[in-house]
T-cell receptor, first 118, second 115 residues
Framework: GAGVSQSPRYKVAKRGQDVALRCDPISGHVSLFWYQQALGQGPEFLTYFQNEAQLDKSGLPSDRFFAERPEGSVSTLKIQRTQQEDSAVYLC????????????????FGPGTRLTVL | AQKVTQAQTEISVVEKEDVTLDCVYETRDTTYYLFWYKQPPSGELVFLIRRNSFDEQNEISGRYSWNFQKSTSSFNFTITASQVVDSAVYFCALSERRSQGNLIFGKGTKLSVKP
């Protein structure tokens, strides 16, 4: 079966542009997470969805960051008016999750989108 | 406060040497999960192991083994007879039950295995 896929793999944006990053989770996975990984650092949590519900967005660094998962499958992370400090790899992960298993199931990661803001 | 500490930033070994990667965690939750992920140069995080806080048994999978000790809040990872293909950045991560599962990562340990 297919793993988590993300697109685009690389994105270069000029400062001030809006970008949209897409994540296709593993089919049937209820939980979906977004992480930001700066160069040389570990990933940092941004937001979490259970199906279409965004249950935790405490890690979003500013109101320029917005995520959605309208049908409980594909998710989009949108960054408005990009800044140079937004340059990072954005990782998406999914897990089986759900009310029974909880969201602490193993998370499987996609290849990430490397965003460079000039 | 940092909840997962990987004190070793970089380790370099020669092929066939054994190497241990350290991980110390901090949590007030009684139910939590610990993970190790491998990030090769290609960038994708590869899942290696998941342990829950109630299972302190050590685990061995081929050349990989993990030592979980609640008394010292450590979850160390050993690679036996290292190979060049083991070269990667290894991350230890913590998931607390009360936080709905988001992973808290350490800063990673870069392992270089030289032929």
């Amino acid at each position: 079966g297919a793993g988590v896929s993300q697109s685009p793999r690389y994105k270069v944006a000029k400062r001030g542009q809006d970008v949209a990053l897409r994540c296709d989770p593993i089919s049937g996975h209820v939980s979906l997470f977004w992480y930001q990984q700066a160069l040389g650092q570990g990933p940092e949590f941004l937001t979490y969805f259970q199906n279409e519900a965004q249950l935790d967005k405490s890690g979003l660094p500013s109101d320029r960051f917005f995520a959605e998962r309208p049908e409980g499958s594909v998710s989009t992370l949108k960054i408005q008016r990009t800044q140079q400090e937004d340059s990072a790899v954005y990782l998406c992960a999914s897990s089986l999750g759900g009310l029974a298993g909880g969201s602490t199931d193993t998370q499987y990661f996609g290849p990430g989108t490397r965003l460079t803001v000039l | 406060a940092q909840k997962v500490t990987q004190a070793q930033t970089e380790i370099s070994v020669v092929e066939k040497e054994d190497v241990t990667l350290d991980c110390v965690y901090e949590t007030r939750d009684t139910t939590y999960y610990l993970f190790w992920y491998k990030q090769p140069p290609s960038g994708e995080l590869v899942f290696l192991i998941r342990r829950n806080s109630f299972d302190e048994q050590n685990e061995i999978s081929g050349r990989y083994s993990w030592n979980f000790q609640k008394s010292t809040s450590s979850f160390n990872f050993t690679i036996t007879a290292s190979q060049v293909v083991d070269s990667a950045v290894y991350f230890c991560a913590l998931s607390e039950r009360r936080s709905q599962g988001n992973l808290i990562f350490g800063k990673g340990t870069k392992l270089s295995v030289k032929p």
